[in-house]
């Protein structure tokens, strides 16, 4: 039987915050599940052709540790990619050229019948903020262009306007705006880089107030408890990494069937998603490396871990 063995692909592992961040959530439930546990960055993979092929990434093994960190890790060593029952990806936003190129090498690898979470193709396929476009239905009046002639017709129309930058995250780079702001001509050259980038308009949602509601979705199941992010005062950004308060909430009948519809609508392609919803409105659809599992399995869903796992094992 082959080693149940599992490298994960984030972040530097010292800047995850153990008491938060589902990354961390993910490895520490992966030891309970008894597998050898891998870590490494984006760019630590690699392909050698010059002897024997070899798919490889420079990566620790990482452990449980007893001090005063919550993880120990092994000597830096040369491993195949081919040798591990699963790779997670859990790197964040901006997809750039370096994102990109690992992906690429991350395509040898599926070839190979590795499975990749979330697969390379997906994550090149698929913005996170465009994605939810797929479901118009429950989207709010969105604008996808760099055109400030275009943002400014469609502000007019929807009188308050969220605008936001394609690549970033944890509500870097929003702009709450409405009809009559000195600044609008302003805001949008700086967000869309003199009209050379395309961002999000996005029609402002009041019940931000209320906070968004980070839904969890695993192969195409709907996990029925979700982390509420209320935003300070003063704030539209619920984020947590913005300054967002959290507690964990159960979904209504009607954002479960919202959610299940988006859930089916993805299986094909997503293993894990994120979604953010406001007022029964899907705003992001987050596959990059979704948040939220941890409080959510703390305060009230304890079988999330190992449910994960069990249906990485289904793939």
Not at 272 to 285: C, Q, R, S
């Amino acid at each position: 039987m082959k080693k149940k063995k599992i490298l994960f692909i984030a972040n530097e592992i010292e800047k995850l915050l153990p008491k938060v961040d589902t990354t961390v959530f993910l490895i520490q439930q992966a030891w309970v599940e008894k597998y050898e546990v891998w870590f490494c960055t984006l760019e630590d993979l690699g392909i050698n052709t010059s002897g024997k092929l070899l798919y490889y990434a420079n990566a620790n093994n990482i452990i449980p540790s007893s001090n005063y960190t919550w993880f120990s890790k092994k000597k830096l060593v040369k491993v195949s990619l081919l040798s591990f029952s699963a790779i997670i990806v859990r790197t964040d936003p901006p997809f750039n050229q370096q994102y990109l190129l690992g992906m690429n090498v991350l395509d040898f690898v599926t070839e190979r019948g590795i499975k990749v979470i979330n697969s390379p193709e997906s994550l090149r396929k698929f913005n996170e903020k465009l994605y939810a476009l797929k479901f118009p239905k429950h989207t709010p009046a969105t604008l996808i262009s760099s055109n400030k002639k275009e943002i400014i017709e469609f502000l007019n129309s929807k009188k308050q306007v969220v605008l936001k930058p394609l690549n970033l995250m944890g509500g870097r780079g929003i702009f709450l705006t409405k009809i009559g702001d000195n600044n609008i001509n302003v805001i949008i050259d700086s967000i869309t880089n003199e009209g050379k980038d395309t961002i999000v308009s996005q029609e402002f949602l009041a019940n931000i107030k209320g906070g968004d509601k980070r839904i969890i979705i695993i192969n195409g199941i709907v996990e029925r408890f979700a982390l509420c992010r209320k935003p300070k005062k003063q704030s539209i950004i619920a984020n947590l990494a913005g300054g967002g308060t959290a507690s964990v909430v159960k979904l209504s009948k009607e954002e479960l069937e919202i959610a299940k519809t988006v859930a089916e609508g993805i299986k094909k392609d997503i293993f894990f998603a994120g979604l953010d919803m406001i007022d029964k409105k899907i705003t992001e659809i987050n596959i990059t490396s979704p948040t939220g599992m941890r409080q959510i399995a703390e305060y009230r869903s304890s079988h999330l871990g190992p449910f994960f796992y069990e249906q990485l094992m289904k793939l």
